[in-house]
């Protein structure tokens, strides 16, 4: 039984719901945390045991009529009153969806930058980087092209 296990029912065993297990005994005995935790649940207990609900006033019930009574004939405020917030919240929602959606779908895309001209150092770099697969295989080619020439001039 470890620490954990016990924590769950320390509250039925400290309200005096049940009693602890042989298990649970043998680890309060053993654990001295887990045994000041039951201990200071059972005081805790006790106090709240010793205590006394407040009568409330014999004019309570006489006020909270009144209260009511006042609150009833308060003019509504009509059905715009309630319709407005649902309103505004879905609104709401929809304007932080829409932005987020925004942020998400741009910052996904990456920026091309600024148009290269056909021909120059930068333009054979970013067609050698995106046709990668394509040029790697022209290395069989060569292989061949070696292979015909040592044929060719023994």
Not at 109 to 129: K, M, Y
Request: hydrophobic letters at 40%; charged letters at 25%; proline letters at 8%.
């Amino acid at each position: 039984m470890n620490c954990n296990q016990i924590r769950e029912r320390m509250p039925e065993v400290a309200a005096g719901f049940s009693e602890p297990t042989v298990d649970e005994g043998k680890h309060l005995e053993s654990c001295g945390a887990c045994a000041d935790q039951l201990k200071a649940m059972r005081s805790t207990m006790a106090l709240l045991d010793e205590w006394q609900v407040p009568e409330p006033s014999p004019y309570f019930d006489v006020r909270l009529q009144a209260r009511l009574r006042e609150e009833m004939a308060k003019p509504q405020a009509g059905w715009l009153h309630w319709f407005r917030r649902p309103v505004l919240a879905a609104a709401l929602t929809v304007i932080i969806g829409v932005g987020v959606g925004l942020f998400v779908t741009r910052s996904s895309v990456p920026d091309p930058g600024p148009p290269v001209a056909v021909g120059t150092a930068v333009s054979d770099l970013q067609d050698l980087e995106q046709n990668q697969d394509l040029y790697s295989s022209f290395e069989l080619l060569d292989d061949l092209d070696l292979q015909q020439d040592v044929v060719a001039n023994p």
